[in-house]
């Protein structure tokens, strides 16, 4: 596909140009829970500050910014099991190590939690940026009921606090909350995983040279 002319292109869809000089329309975009998105973002936070300077901050990106790179994983997590190592805190240690240990367990389950969304619905495409895209999803029931007997008393306070509640609302270990709208997001890295026309594919969106927003609202 050439820009000939704006009618060449899919009204709902941004585009993008590659520096190759590759056109390329949008029609789905890779998305993860923003939640689980920020749950990782603040643990590794959490681990920086128990480490204080033992943790390069500039090495491992903006620590505690939603836009932080979840990708590579490895190189971060080895920047952080040096820090934790080097620490003479024995107790902030442990703690990082727990926040840590959280981290590979949300990050494991982030891998098989994104979906596919259609560019048409989302909102933020006016924006030359993935990090503005996002999609709002509701929820399939209005309310659950969450088991948080095994919850540590730090984890239940902090799951308490998230959905307004308070301990009073735990009944043998056990808590209605009032189900919210899911919000969806890109996971922060470089690469985003799209699809353009029929294929599927992953570009760096660090070279795009130039986005095309819709030309026709979102839905």
């Known amino acids: 596909m050439t820009i000939d002319s704006e009618f060449d292109r899919p009204r709902n869809y941004p585009c993008i140009l590659l520096s190759s000089g590759q056109f390329l329309s949008i029609s789905q975009i890779l998305l ?53 190592a080097s620490s003479q805190n024995r107790s902030a240690k442990i703690e990082a190590t727990k926040a840590i240990e959280k981290v590979n367990t949300l990050s494991t389950k982030l891998d098989s939690a994104g979906y596919y969304f259609d560019c048409s619905y989302l909102a933020g495409l006016k924006y030359p940026t993935p990090q503005a895209w996002y999609i709002e999803v509701e929820p399939t029931e209005e309310s659950s009921i969450i088991d948080v007997s095994k919850m540590g008393g730090v984890e239940l306070k902090d799951f308490l606090a998230q959905h307004d509640k308070s301990s009073s609302d735990v009944v043998y270990g056990r808590i209605e909350i009032t189900n919210k709208l899911s919000k969806y997001i890109v996971n922060g890295s470089d690469f985003i995983s799209i699809k353009s026309d029929s294929e599927f594919v992953s570009i760096r969106w660090s070279q795009v040279a130039a986005y095309y927003a819709p030309l026709q609202p979102p839905r």
Do not use: C, H
Request: hydrophobic share 45%; glycine share 8%; no cysteine.
């Open 32 to 84: 993860y829970p923003a939640d689980l998105i920020y749950e990782i973002v603040r643990l590794k936070s959490e681990a920086t500050k128990l480490l204080g300077q033992n943790v390069d901050s500039v090495s491992i990106g903006a620590v505690g910014q939603p836009s932080w790179e979840l990708l590579g994983e490895v190189a971060v997590m080895s920047i952080f099991s040096s820090a934790i």
